[in-house]
Protein backbone atom coordinates (compact mmCIF):
# COMPACT_ATOMS: atom_id res chain seq x y z
CA UNK A 1 0.00 0.00 0.00
CA UNK A 2 1.51 3.72 -0.80
CA UNK A 3 2.24 5.80 2.13
CA UNK A 4 0.09 8.43 3.19
CA UNK A 5 1.67 11.93 3.33
CA UNK A 6 0.80 15.00 5.02
CA UNK A 7 1.86 18.24 3.40
CA UNK A 8 1.79 21.47 5.54
CA UNK A 9 2.00 24.97 3.84
CA UNK A 10 1.06 22.71 0.74
CA UNK A 11 -0.06 25.78 -1.25
CA UNK A 12 3.16 27.52 -1.02
CA UNK A 13 5.86 27.91 -3.29
CA UNK A 14 7.82 24.82 -2.52
CA UNK A 15 4.27 22.76 -1.71
CA UNK A 16 3.15 23.60 -5.31
CA UNK A 17 6.16 21.25 -6.85
CA UNK A 18 5.93 18.53 -4.22
CA UNK A 19 2.32 18.10 -4.67
CA UNK A 20 3.44 17.77 -8.39
CA UNK A 21 6.27 15.52 -7.35
CA UNK A 22 4.06 13.05 -5.32
CA UNK A 23 0.71 13.44 -7.17
CA UNK A 24 -0.34 9.68 -8.08
CA UNK A 25 1.89 8.54 -6.28
CA UNK A 26 1.26 8.77 -2.73
CA UNK A 27 -2.14 9.05 -0.11
CA UNK A 28 -1.29 12.27 0.27
CA UNK A 29 -3.59 15.45 2.20
CA UNK A 30 -2.72 18.65 1.23
CA UNK A 31 -3.21 21.42 3.69
CA UNK A 32 -2.20 25.01 4.46
CA UNK A 33 -4.39 28.06 5.37
CA UNK A 34 -5.52 29.15 1.75
CA UNK A 35 -6.78 27.02 -0.25
CA UNK A 36 -4.48 25.61 -3.15
CA UNK A 37 -4.50 28.75 -5.54
CA UNK A 38 -3.53 26.30 -8.40
CA UNK A 39 -5.87 24.12 -7.76
CA UNK A 40 -5.23 22.22 -10.68
CA UNK A 41 -4.57 18.46 -8.87
CA UNK A 42 -7.49 16.74 -7.89
CA UNK A 43 -5.80 16.42 -4.26
CA UNK A 44 -7.75 16.32 -0.99
CA UNK A 45 -6.85 19.25 0.90
CA UNK A 46 -7.69 20.34 4.35
CA UNK A 47 -7.25 23.98 5.83
CA UNK A 48 -4.65 23.27 8.51
CA UNK A 49 -3.25 26.66 10.46
CA UNK A 50 -0.35 25.19 12.43
CA UNK A 51 -0.53 27.06 15.29
CA UNK A 52 -4.03 25.61 15.89
CA UNK A 53 -3.03 22.79 18.17
CA UNK A 54 -6.65 21.15 18.38
CA UNK A 55 -6.40 21.17 14.64
CA UNK A 56 -3.56 19.47 14.54
CA UNK A 57 -4.49 16.70 16.74
CA UNK A 58 -7.45 16.02 14.97
CA UNK A 59 -6.16 15.81 11.60
CA UNK A 60 -3.05 13.65 12.95
CA UNK A 61 -5.53 11.21 14.46
CA UNK A 62 -8.06 11.29 11.51
CA UNK A 63 -5.63 10.77 8.89
CA UNK A 64 -2.82 8.70 10.51
CA UNK A 65 -0.08 9.76 8.43
CA UNK A 66 2.87 8.11 7.92
CA UNK A 67 5.15 11.13 6.94
CA UNK A 68 4.99 14.69 7.39
CA UNK A 69 6.09 17.00 5.16
CA UNK A 70 6.43 20.53 7.17
CA UNK A 71 6.61 23.54 4.44
CA UNK A 72 4.59 25.53 6.07
CA UNK A 73 6.54 28.44 7.94
CA UNK A 74 6.60 32.42 8.46
CA UNK A 75 8.82 32.98 5.50
CA UNK A 76 8.85 36.37 5.38
CA UNK A 77 11.77 37.22 7.16
CA UNK A 78 11.55 41.31 7.35
CA UNK A 79 7.91 40.70 8.73
CA UNK A 80 9.64 37.64 11.32
CA UNK A 81 11.68 40.86 12.87
CA UNK A 82 8.84 42.72 13.79
CA UNK A 83 6.79 40.01 15.23
CA UNK A 84 8.79 37.59 16.65
CA UNK A 85 5.93 35.57 19.18
CA UNK A 86 4.31 34.86 15.22
CA UNK A 87 7.39 33.89 13.71
CA UNK A 88 8.68 31.21 17.33
CA UNK A 89 4.70 30.28 17.16
CA UNK A 90 4.77 29.16 13.62
CA UNK A 91 8.53 28.61 12.47
CA UNK A 92 9.58 26.81 15.95
CA UNK A 93 6.20 25.77 18.40
CA UNK A 94 4.30 24.51 15.88
CA UNK A 95 6.92 22.03 14.90
CA UNK A 96 6.98 20.65 18.49
CA UNK A 97 3.46 19.91 18.36
CA UNK A 98 3.65 18.44 15.07
CA UNK A 99 6.47 16.31 15.99
CA UNK A 100 5.01 15.66 19.87
CA UNK A 101 1.67 13.99 18.18
CA UNK A 102 3.44 11.79 15.22
CA UNK A 103 5.67 8.78 15.25
CA UNK A 104 6.20 8.45 11.29
CA UNK A 105 8.91 10.23 9.55
CA UNK A 106 9.13 14.02 9.73
CA UNK A 107 10.61 15.71 7.10
CA UNK A 108 11.52 19.70 8.20
CA UNK A 109 12.38 22.24 5.40
CA UNK A 110 15.03 24.57 6.89
CA UNK A 111 17.35 27.15 5.49
CA UNK A 112 20.93 28.75 5.25
CA UNK A 113 19.80 31.75 7.47
CA UNK A 114 21.25 29.84 10.49
CA UNK A 115 24.41 30.84 9.42
CA UNK A 116 25.82 34.31 9.71
CA UNK A 117 26.61 34.36 6.42
CA UNK A 118 30.42 35.25 6.98
CA UNK A 119 31.98 32.60 5.20
CA UNK A 120 29.71 30.63 3.34
CA UNK A 121 28.86 28.01 1.47
CA UNK A 122 28.52 25.87 4.76
CA UNK A 123 28.22 22.41 4.96
CA UNK A 124 25.99 20.58 7.56
CA UNK A 125 28.91 20.42 10.10
CA UNK A 126 29.83 24.15 10.38
CA UNK A 127 28.92 25.93 13.06
CA UNK A 128 25.39 28.22 13.35
CA UNK A 129 25.18 31.78 14.14
CA UNK A 130 21.84 32.56 13.05
CA UNK A 131 21.16 36.48 12.40
CA UNK A 132 17.72 36.69 12.71
CA UNK A 133 15.09 35.83 14.04
CA UNK A 134 13.67 33.98 10.92
CA UNK A 135 16.58 31.77 11.24
CA UNK A 136 16.87 31.28 14.88
CA UNK A 137 13.46 30.54 14.60
CA UNK A 138 14.15 28.11 11.99
CA UNK A 139 17.28 26.84 14.37
CA UNK A 140 15.15 25.79 17.10
CA UNK A 141 12.98 23.92 15.55
CA UNK A 142 15.86 22.16 14.47
CA UNK A 143 16.98 21.46 17.77
CA UNK A 144 13.45 20.43 18.71
CA UNK A 145 13.41 17.80 15.85
CA UNK A 146 17.24 16.75 16.41
CA UNK A 147 16.24 16.18 20.51
CA UNK A 148 13.05 14.18 19.70
CA UNK A 149 12.61 10.38 19.45
CA UNK A 150 11.45 10.74 16.02
CA UNK A 151 12.23 9.45 12.29
CA UNK A 152 13.43 12.84 11.58
CA UNK A 153 15.28 14.55 8.26
CA UNK A 154 16.12 18.46 8.06
CA UNK A 155 16.82 19.60 4.73
CA UNK A 156 18.43 23.02 4.76
CA UNK A 157 18.38 25.13 1.84
CA UNK A 158 18.51 28.19 -0.30
CA UNK A 159 16.77 30.88 -2.18
CA UNK A 160 14.12 28.83 -3.33
CA UNK A 161 12.78 29.59 -6.89
CA UNK A 162 10.14 28.35 -9.84
CA UNK A 163 8.08 30.52 -11.79
CA UNK A 164 4.66 29.89 -12.85
CA UNK A 165 1.89 32.76 -14.33
CA UNK A 166 -0.22 32.23 -11.13
CA UNK A 167 2.62 32.79 -8.84
CA UNK A 168 2.65 35.70 -6.51
CA UNK A 169 5.73 36.35 -5.27
CA UNK A 170 8.99 34.77 -7.43
CA UNK A 171 12.32 36.35 -7.95
CA UNK A 172 12.01 35.14 -11.86
CA UNK A 173 8.57 36.34 -12.34
CA UNK A 174 9.70 40.02 -11.00
CA UNK A 175 13.24 39.94 -12.49
CA UNK A 176 11.31 38.93 -15.89
CA UNK A 177 8.34 41.25 -15.84
CA UNK A 178 10.17 43.79 -15.25
CA UNK A 179 12.83 43.57 -17.81
CA UNK A 180 9.99 42.78 -20.68
CA UNK A 181 8.42 46.14 -19.51
CA UNK A 182 11.97 47.77 -20.10
CA UNK A 183 11.89 48.79 -16.01
CA UNK A 184 15.17 49.63 -14.35
CA UNK A 185 15.73 47.00 -11.42
CA UNK A 186 18.26 46.84 -9.17
CA UNK A 187 19.36 43.72 -7.60
CA UNK A 188 21.75 43.35 -4.85
CA UNK A 189 25.71 41.89 -5.53
CA UNK A 190 26.70 41.39 -2.11
CA UNK A 191 24.07 38.42 -1.22
CA UNK A 192 25.72 35.10 -2.26
CA UNK A 193 24.08 31.69 -2.12
CA UNK A 194 23.72 28.61 -4.66
CA UNK A 195 19.81 29.13 -5.72
CA UNK A 196 17.89 25.81 -5.83
CA UNK A 197 14.54 25.02 -8.31
CA UNK A 198 11.81 23.78 -6.00
CA UNK A 199 11.37 20.90 -8.30
CA UNK A 200 14.81 19.57 -7.83
CA UNK A 201 14.33 19.70 -4.06
CA UNK A 202 10.90 18.33 -4.55
CA UNK A 203 12.43 15.31 -5.85
CA UNK A 204 15.30 15.01 -3.28
CA UNK A 205 11.91 15.25 -1.04
CA UNK A 206 10.49 11.90 -2.34
CA UNK A 207 14.26 10.58 -2.76
CA UNK A 208 14.20 10.65 1.52
CA UNK A 209 10.37 9.30 1.64
CA UNK A 210 11.12 6.50 -0.65
CA UNK A 211 15.08 5.50 0.92
CA UNK A 212 13.33 6.32 4.40
CA UNK A 213 16.41 8.82 4.99
CA UNK A 214 16.85 10.79 8.83
CA UNK A 215 19.38 13.07 9.49
CA UNK A 216 20.51 17.04 8.46
CA UNK A 217 21.34 17.04 4.78
CA UNK A 218 22.05 20.14 2.97
CA UNK A 219 20.44 20.41 -0.93
CA UNK A 220 21.17 23.82 -3.05
CA UNK A 221 21.80 24.19 -6.87
CA UNK A 222 25.04 23.77 -8.25
CA UNK A 223 25.68 27.24 -9.02
CA UNK A 224 27.23 29.69 -6.19
CA UNK A 225 27.03 33.42 -7.49
CA UNK A 226 25.20 36.57 -6.31
CA UNK A 227 21.55 37.70 -6.45
CA UNK A 228 22.35 40.26 -9.19
CA UNK A 229 24.62 37.10 -11.11
CA UNK A 230 21.35 35.28 -10.56
CA UNK A 231 19.11 38.35 -12.11
CA UNK A 232 21.03 38.68 -15.71
CA UNK A 233 21.46 34.62 -16.01
CA UNK A 234 17.65 34.98 -15.52
CA UNK A 235 18.02 37.99 -18.86
CA UNK A 236 19.85 35.73 -20.71
CA UNK A 237 17.63 32.68 -20.61
CA UNK A 238 14.61 34.63 -21.17
CA UNK A 239 16.48 36.57 -24.12
CA UNK A 240 15.61 40.37 -22.27
CA UNK A 241 18.01 43.41 -21.69
CA UNK A 242 20.15 42.72 -18.71
CA UNK A 243 21.65 46.34 -18.68
CA UNK A 244 18.14 47.08 -17.23
CA UNK A 245 19.86 45.54 -13.73
CA UNK A 246 22.10 47.24 -11.52
CA UNK A 247 23.96 46.09 -8.83
CA UNK A 248 23.09 47.48 -5.35
CA UNK A 249 24.44 46.95 -2.04
CA UNK A 250 22.01 44.96 0.61
CA UNK A 251 22.71 47.68 3.35
CA UNK A 252 20.91 50.47 0.95
CA UNK A 253 17.39 48.66 1.30
CA UNK A 254 17.53 49.27 5.41
CA UNK A 255 15.54 46.04 5.80
CA UNK A 256 14.39 45.19 8.86
CA UNK A 257 16.20 41.83 9.35
CA UNK A 258 19.83 41.36 8.93
CA UNK A 259 20.51 39.23 6.01
CA UNK A 260 24.20 36.50 5.83
CA UNK A 261 25.70 37.90 2.75
CA UNK A 262 27.96 35.02 2.26
CA UNK A 263 25.51 32.45 2.46
CA UNK A 264 24.64 29.55 0.61
CA UNK A 265 25.46 25.62 1.31
CA UNK A 266 27.90 23.09 0.22
CA UNK A 267 26.23 19.72 -1.30
CA UNK A 268 28.52 17.48 -1.53
CA UNK A 269 27.09 14.81 1.76
CA UNK A 270 24.14 14.65 -0.05
CA UNK A 271 25.29 14.58 -3.62
CA UNK A 272 27.81 11.47 -2.03
CA UNK A 273 25.15 9.86 0.15
CA UNK A 274 22.20 9.93 -2.53
CA UNK A 275 24.06 9.09 -5.26
CA UNK A 276 22.75 12.44 -6.57
CA UNK A 277 23.56 15.83 -8.62
CA UNK A 278 23.27 18.86 -8.04
CA UNK A 279 21.70 21.00 -11.01
CA UNK A 280 23.01 23.88 -12.38
CA UNK A 281 20.93 27.13 -12.64
CA UNK A 282 21.16 27.45 -16.59
CA UNK A 283 19.71 24.15 -17.22
CA UNK A 284 16.56 24.92 -14.35
CA UNK A 285 15.63 27.73 -15.87
CA UNK A 286 15.96 27.00 -19.25
CA UNK A 287 13.49 24.03 -17.94
CA UNK A 288 11.80 26.64 -16.59
CA UNK A 289 11.10 28.46 -19.73
CA UNK A 290 10.23 25.91 -21.83
CA UNK A 291 7.72 24.88 -19.64
CA UNK A 292 6.09 28.26 -19.84
CA UNK A 293 6.28 27.58 -23.61
CA UNK A 294 4.72 24.43 -24.34
N1 LIG B 1 11.80 30.41 -0.07
C1 LIG B 1 13.08 30.19 0.18
O1 LIG B 1 13.97 30.75 -0.48
C2 LIG B 1 13.46 29.23 1.28
C3 LIG B 1 14.82 29.04 1.56
C4 LIG B 1 15.18 28.14 2.57
C5 LIG B 1 14.21 27.45 3.26
N2 LIG B 1 12.88 27.67 2.98
C6 LIG B 1 11.88 26.92 3.74
O2 LIG B 1 11.15 26.11 2.84
C7 LIG B 1 9.80 25.95 3.29
C8 LIG B 1 8.84 26.29 2.17
O3 LIG B 1 9.10 27.62 1.75
P1 LIG B 1 8.28 28.34 0.59
O4 LIG B 1 9.21 29.22 -0.14
O5 LIG B 1 7.44 27.35 -0.16
O6 LIG B 1 7.34 29.27 1.48
P2 LIG B 1 5.94 29.90 1.16
O7 LIG B 1 5.74 30.03 -0.32
O8 LIG B 1 5.81 31.11 2.03
O9 LIG B 1 4.95 28.75 1.66
C9 LIG B 1 4.62 28.56 3.01
C10 LIG B 1 3.11 28.29 3.05
O10 LIG B 1 2.74 28.15 4.43
C11 LIG B 1 1.55 28.90 4.62
N3 LIG B 1 1.36 29.27 6.01
C12 LIG B 1 1.64 30.46 6.63
N4 LIG B 1 1.26 30.39 7.91
C13 LIG B 1 0.72 29.16 8.11
C14 LIG B 1 0.13 28.52 9.22
N5 LIG B 1 -0.01 29.12 10.40
N6 LIG B 1 -0.31 27.25 9.06
C15 LIG B 1 -0.21 26.62 7.87
N7 LIG B 1 0.31 27.18 6.77
C16 LIG B 1 0.79 28.45 6.90
C17 LIG B 1 1.77 30.12 3.74
O11 LIG B 1 0.59 30.87 3.55
P3 LIG B 1 0.72 32.47 3.27
O12 LIG B 1 1.39 32.59 1.94
O13 LIG B 1 -0.66 32.96 3.30
O14 LIG B 1 1.58 33.00 4.40
C18 LIG B 1 2.29 29.46 2.47
O15 LIG B 1 1.23 28.97 1.67
C19 LIG B 1 9.69 26.82 4.54
O16 LIG B 1 9.88 26.01 5.67
C20 LIG B 1 10.86 27.78 4.43
O17 LIG B 1 11.31 28.21 5.71
C21 LIG B 1 12.48 28.53 2.00
Redesign the pocket.
Known amino acids: MSKSILV??A?????NSVLNQLYGKYELLA????KNKSDILNIPFSI????NFKKIKSILTDFNPDVIIN?????DVDACELNPDKAYL?NTKSVEMLSNNFDGQFIQ????YVFDGNNGPYSEDDNTNPLSIYGKT?LEAENILQESRINWCILR????FDYYISTEASFIKWVVDSLKSNKLINVVDDQWNNPTWTQNLAEIIELVINKNVDGLYNYGGEDYLNRFEFAQIIADIFNLDKTLISPISTKSLNQAAPRPLKGGLKTEKIEQEFDIQCIDLKTSLGMIKSRLIE
Open positions: TGSGQLGTDINLDITLAAFTLISTDKTNVL
